[in-house]
């Protein structure tokens, strides 16, 4: 798969003691939050319509995941755990993140899953019009809601993979098994 800084949430991103979110977002447009986006998708009486789209409807081809990976262990001398939440907002207006709406989460993660080298990889799920409505959600991001106690040490890379390779998915069956 081929990575660039557009679908980086997060880079060596320390997660100790406070939730927090990802250090940077995902704009379907491509501008960035605060800047207007350079195609129009439709027109309204004030112009412009805001634009959105629902990355978790795939492209017929796969559906988007998130990949996260533990770049520093997690070290706690409690029982610290860490949630790791996809949000998604419409445009406010002003091209920027309106009101975030969690979409999809994982469990509760304790320290002794957050190993260097772990990761984790979820599906971004389509989103249901009862949440926007007929809004599409222009920016993505994740939420790192650390709980119970804190980490002393612990950082993650995060990427969405719009289109992931299959071939992780593929079960290994042991040698000289019967087709």
Do not use: C, H, W
Request: charged share 10%; aromatic share 8%.
């Amino acid at each position: 798969m081929f990575l660039d800084a557009l679908v980086q949430l997060s880079t060596a991103q320390a997660l100790t003691s406070t939730s927090v979110a990802s250090a940077n977002l995902y704009d379907v447009t491509g501008a960035g939050s605060g800047n207007a986006p350079n195609m129009i998708g439709g027109i309204t009486s004030s112009g412009n319509a805001l634009i959105g789209f629902d990355i978790g409807a795939g492209d017929g081809m796969a559906i988007p995941e998130i990949f996260v990976d533990v770049t520093t262990a997690f070290v706690t001398a409690g029982s610290a755990t860490l949630q790791i939440q996809l949000q998604a907002a419409p445009d406010n207006g002003s091209n920027a993140p309106g009101s975030y709406v969690t979409i999809s989460e994982t469990d509760a993660l304790t320290a002794a899953q957050l190993t260097i080298g772990a990761s984790f990889q979820f599906q971004v799920p389509p989103i249901p019009k009862t949440i926007f409505g007929e809004a599409m959600p222009r920016f993505y991001r994740l939420y790192y809601v650390i709980g119970t106690s804190t980490f002393s040490a612990g950082s993650v890379n995060a990427n969405i993979v719009l289109n992931p390779s299959q071939a992780t998915k593929i079960q290994n069956y042991p040698s000289n098994y019967i087709a």
